[in-house]
């Protein structure tokens, strides 16, 4: 799926937050609705304005963010300190 078509950049909308085209919505509500447990119809109810494909873009998006994201560094927890040390540390092996 080529999200390109679909989710778009605007610093006049959502302070530059990507949204699907046409709309205020952003990828990021779209994953925490999914990631919150609402299946596509559900939010596809919710929001009809938008389409399965809309739906199909963000996660996309998402996907290449990561995949982005992998290949400059290794992931970041919140916490600030570097994954392996997270891990480390919660099992108790720091």
């Known amino acids: 799926m080529d999200w390109r078509s679909r989710i778009v950049v605007d610093p ?19 994953m925490d609705l ?10 596809l109810e919710s929001y009809p304005h938008i389409t399965e494909q809309d739906i199909r873009a963000c996660l996309a998006y998402a996907a290449e963010l990561l995949r982005e994201s992998a290949r400059r560094s290794s992931p970041v927890p919140i916490s600030g300190e570097p994954l392996s040390r997270t891990i480390l540390r919660d099992r108790g092996q720091h």
């Open 12 to 30: 006049k909308t959502l302070v530059s937050r990507p949204v699907i085209r046409g709309t205020r919505i952003s990828v990021e509500f779209v």
């Open 34 to 43: 999914l990631a919150a447990g609402r299946s596509h119809e559900q939010v």
